[in-house]
């Protein structure tokens, strides 16, 4: 059964980086592209960033310059480094898998997301 559980979330003012990480299990990771998703109260979920088994990424407009996502095979994790946050990037953060092509690719479940929260 897949298990993905995020981390480092938290509450910072705009201006500021926090940086999320992600370990996947129960699944072959190494050959899953990832992405990172959010959720704002009210909106739906959405992609944000992602990146392939190689390494290449690709991001919304929105954290584009912003966000950097990265992966590391050998511990099956993925982190979101969100540098010059915004107000508007408040949200749950979660990862899942992804299409190469900016897709919604998520596996059946969902971790429990970590909230992020940038104060104005």
């Known amino acids: 059964q897949v298990q993905l559980v995020e981390s480092g979330g938290g509450l910072v003012q705009a201006g500021g980086s926090l940086r999320l990480s992600c370990v996947l299990s129960?699944?072959?990771?190494?050959?899953?592209?990832m992405g990172w998703y959010r959720q704002a109260p009210g909106r739906q979920r959405e992609l944000v960033a992602t990146?392939?088994?190689?390494?290449?990424?690709n991001y919304a407009d929105s954290v584009k310059g912003r966000f950097t996502i990265s992966r590391d095979n050998a511990k099956n994790t993925v982190h979101l480094q969100m540098n010059g946050l915004k107000p508007e990037d408040t949200a749950v953060y979660y990862c899942?898998?992804?299409?190469?092509?900016?897709?919604?690719?998520?596996?059946?479940?969902w971790g429990q997301g970590t909230q992020v929260t940038v104060s104005s």
């Open positions: 899942n898998r992804a299409r190469l092509d900016f897709r919604p690719w998520p596996f059946g479940s």
């Open positions: 990146i392939s088994s190689a390494g290449s990424t």
């Open positions: 129960g699944t072959i990771f190494s050959i899953n592209a």
